[in-house]
């Protein structure tokens, strides 16, 4: 995994739970998600019941993860934290419900990978807070009705299209998180640095906000990554200068693409004359699972004009000829993309 996708890294956890907001009023931006938040969980505290189940969809590092803590937090409840891929057996699931304590959260990341005998289990758990255990095999199995205190299920998810209709019906409530705006980031990076004791500019966040993705944990890492240089070759104050002479060490460029990013890109200009292309041939020309293209480099580049889904492939964007220094081909199909597509806050709103 490169540098700066927003997938988190392994040993970055103790980094990010540093500054991870732990009430709804320390998150920032995405205003309307809190807003309606606030309300399900003030009403559901009112009548001293569990709120609805959530179900929190969008791009990683935009937040799911820490919402889920803050719901718990705020219901003043426990929570237990599993994800899709880690429940193979449905025996492993009704572990973790029957085991669970009135009001609890249960969070289940990446909940569209979870297997699909888990996955029923957890519609009776949903909906009746009740599991059948089916114990034995063949004709002599039977089926153990057990009790689920009730709780609420939080599940996260970067492609929500991916969730069983079924599935989507026992969500009482269902958010979008979306792209940040850069001032949301600006924002983001000051209260990051005060908490890390880094002192920052206006001007160095502002430089690090641009470079971001629109993505939280992005910023973070890269905020980390310039207190660095600020610390070793500079005066260990983040300004405009050592923001970018330490992004052009980490090779972020001025759209914040990294080398995975730019990769795709070129692929698709170099390789495939702009495209169009499909996903799996283009993921084998960078190197990469079709999955991480499609889910790390592509909503960002979608929403930054350089890249178009069509229904024949995808296609680089005459910004992404541009932002790759070179000229597109005249009469060409792609897509003309690009800043008229895409100003700050209409990339990220
Ligand atoms: N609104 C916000 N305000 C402040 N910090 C935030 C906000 N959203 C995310 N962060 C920070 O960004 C980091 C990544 O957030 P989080 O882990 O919740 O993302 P995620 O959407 O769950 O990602 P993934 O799907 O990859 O697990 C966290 O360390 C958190 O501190």
Redesign the pocket.
Same mark, same amino acid.
């Given at each position: 995994m490169n540098e700066i996708s927003?997938?988190?890294a392994e040993g970055e956890q103790d980094a990010?739970?540093t500054?991870? $907001?732990k009430r709804l009023s320390?998150?920032?931006?995405?205003h309307r998600v809190r807003d309606q938040l606030d309300l399900l969980l003030k009403g559901a505290m009112g009548r001293g019941t569990p709120p609805d189940h959530i179900l929190?969809s969008?791009? $990683?590092?935009?937040?799911?993860?820490?919402? =889920?803590?803050i719901v718990a937090a705020e219901l003043g409840s426990g929570i237990r934290v599993t994800s899709g891929p880690a429940i193979e057996r449905s025996g492993d699931l009704a572990a973790i419900l029957t085991s669970l304590a009135m009001g609890d959260v249960l969070f289940i990341?990446?909940i569209h990978r979870i297997a699909k005998p888990a996955e029923e289990l957890l519609y009776s758990a949903m909906e009746d807070f009740r599991v059948d255990v089916v114990v034995g095999k063949g004709p002599g199995a039977t089926a153990i009705p057990l009790d689920v205190e009730p709780f609420t299920l939080v599940g996260?998810t970067?492609r929500s299209g991916l969730l069983t209709g079924p599935m989507r019906d026992r969500f009482g409530f269902v958010a979008h998180?979306d792209f940040?705006a850069a001032s949301?980031l600006e924002q983001?990076l000051h209260?990051?640095a005060r908490i890390l004791g880094v002192p920052i500019t206006d001007e160095g966040a502002v430089e690090i906000s641009g470079r971001s993705r629109g993505? $939280?944990?992005i =910023?973070?890492r890269l905020l980390r990554r310039v207190r660095d240089y600020a610390e070793v070759r500079a005066d260990g104050m983040v300004t405009l200068e050592t923001a970018r002479e330490a992004l052009k060490v980490y090779d972020v460029d001025a759209l914040g693409l990294d080398r995975l990013d730019r990769a795709v890109l070129r692929a698709l200009v170099d390789s495939f004359k702009g495209g169009p292309v499909g996903l799996s041939t283009l993921a084998v020309a960078v190197g990469e699972q079709p999955d991480t293209v499609e889910e790390v480099c592509e909503p960002f580049l979608v929403r930054a004009g350089l890249l178009a889904r069509t229904p024949r492939g995808r296609v680089a964007t005459e910004a992404a000829w541009h932002h790759l220094g070179r000229t597109p081909p005249t009469g060409q199909n792609a897509p003309a993309g690009g800043p008229d597509l895409f100003s700050a806050e209409q990339r990220f709103p």
């Open positions: 927003a997938y988190v990010e739970a500054v991870r $907001p320390e998150f920032i931006a995405q929190l969008g791009p $990683p590092g935009l937040g799911k993860t820490t919402l =889920a803590n990341d990446e996260a970067t998180l940040y949301d983001l209260r990051s993505t $939280p944990r =910023a973070n």
